[in-house]
């Protein structure tokens, strides 16, 4: 190993900002755990596991490498690695092909319908880095593709196409889409300069937020969906709930005129909500 090699090494790490993976990963685990109403083999989580790092890696890696220039000319992102020189186009390049690699080594130890299915989020990795250059309803797309994570763990185990998976999908999407409009009000004037789209840019930063607000509560209905549907006792419930304390305190730290806590609000609370609800699901099928 060349000396060369750890700074490389953290220099993708920093590029898929791989600290992040807490956003999904739990949820993944709730889909894989539900599923079938306990923990799953641990192989099986195994390479559930690994399907969602380079599931992920991928869409992080893809969304840079597309977002390079416009990163390039936003002062928040100039310093992003590929616009600052630190890893060029042709290493992402190959960093998102051997991160498609280990996506699909994963999914062929799983259920053979997820098989099938791969191309679909690899799809939506593509298309969504594109969406704000057209629509104001790019968080939509952000939404749909990292909501697939539960919905795609659940069909990984079980290959059973119930409606529960798909609502635990559209629940993941009203957060992540939710929460990505708040990090987009720290970009509204610079959207608005390079005509790209988003929900703060098109209506303001008030009414983004507002719209945050009715997606994480109807997250949180379509979570409580999910529990009465599978018949999924107190723990879970508690679970949701401090979930729901959660969002609530989330949307009251970030205001039109003051945006100081938009990091907090997106990647402290965030990591926190998912594994407070990870918790709730566990502590149901285990005691």
Same mark, same amino acid.
């Given at each position: 190993?060349?000396?060369?090699?750890?700074?490389?090494?953290?220099?993708?790490?920093?590029?898929?900002?791989?600290?992040?993976?807490?956003?999904?990963?739990?949820?993944?685990?709730?889909?894989?755990?539900?599923?079938?109403?306990?923990?799953?083999?641990?192989?099986?989580?195994?390479?559930?596991?690994?399907?969602?790092?380079?599931?992920?890696?991928?869409?992080?890696?893809?969304?840079?490498?597309?977002?390079?220039?416009?990163?390039?000319?936003?002062?928040?992102?100039?310093?992003?690695?590929?616009?600052?020189?630190?890893?060029?186009? %042709?290493? $992402?390049? !190959?960093?998102? &092909?051997?991160? /498609?690699?280990?996506? +699909?080594? #994963?999914?062929?130890? *799983?259920?053979?319908?997820?098989?099938?299915?791969?191309?679909?989020?690899?799809?939506?990795?593509?298309?969504?880095?594109?969406?704000?250059?057209?629509?104001?309803?790019?968080?939509?797309?952000?939404?749909?593709?990292?909501?697939?994570?539960?919905?795609?763990?659940?069909?990984?185990?079980?290959?059973?196409?119930?409606?529960?998976?798909?609502?635990?999908?559209?629940?993941?999407?009203?957060?992540?889409?939710?929460?990505?409009?708040?990090?987009?009000?720290?970009?509204?004037?610079?959207?608005?300069?390079?005509?790209?789209?988003?929900?703060?840019?098109?209506?303001?930063?008030?009414?983004?937020?507002?719209?945050?607000?009715?997606?994480?509560? %109807?997250? $949180?209905? !379509?979570?409580? &969906?999910?529990? /009465?549907?599978?018949? +999924?006792? #107190?723990?879970?419930? *508690?679970?949701?709930?401090?979930?729901?304390?959660?969002?609530?305190?989330?949307?009251?730290?970030?205001?039109?005129?003051?945006?100081?806590?938009?990091?907090?609000?997106?990647?402290?609370?965030?990591?926190?909500?998912?594994?407070?609800?990870?918790?709730?699901?566990?502590?149901?099928?285990?005691?």
């Amino acid at each position: 190993m060349t000396a060369a090699t750890p700074l490389y090494a953290r220099r993708f790490v920093s590029l898929v900002k791989f600290e992040h993976t807490v956003f999904a990963l739990p949820f993944a685990f709730v889909g894989a755990i539900l599923s079938v109403g306990e923990v799953p083999a641990a192989s099986t989580l195994f390479w559930v596991t690994v399907a969602m790092v380079g599931a992920r890696s991928l869409a992080m890696a893809l969304n840079r490498l597309i977002d390079a220039e416009i990163d390039a000319r936003n002062p928040r992102t100039a310093a992003r690695e590929i616009p600052a020189g630190l890893l060029t186009r %042709a290493q $992402v390049v !190959l960093f998102c &092909a051997a991160s /498609l690699a280990v996506f +699909l080594v #994963a999914v062929w130890q *799983l259920d053979p319908l997820v098989r099938w299915l791969s191309p679909i989020p690899v799809a939506a990795f593509v298309v969504y880095p594109y969406l704000k250059r057209f629509t104001w309803l790019c968080h939509a797309g952000l939404g749909f593709a990292t909501g697939m994570a539960p919905a795609g763990a659940w069909l990984a185990v079980t290959g059973d196409a119930s409606p529960e998976p798909f609502m635990l999908w559209a629940a993941v999407a009203l957060w992540i889409g939710g929460f990505d409009v708040i990090y987009a009000t720290t970009d509204v004037e610079f959207d608005r300069r390079e005509g790209l789209h988003s929900l703060p840019a098109r209506f303001g930063i008030a009414a983004g937020l507002t719209v945050t607000r009715i997606c994480h509560v %109807a997250a $949180v209905g !379509l979570l409580a &969906a999910v529990g /009465l549907s599978l018949g +999924l006792g #107190a723990p879970y419930f *508690l679970g949701l709930a401090v979930v729901a304390v959660l969002l609530a305190y989330e949307n009251s730290i970030v205001h039109p005129d003051d945006l100081s806590r938009v990091n907090v609000a997106f990647f402290t609370l965030n990591g926190v909500i998912s594994m407070v609800f990870l918790a709730g699901v566990l502590a149901d099928v285990l005691i």
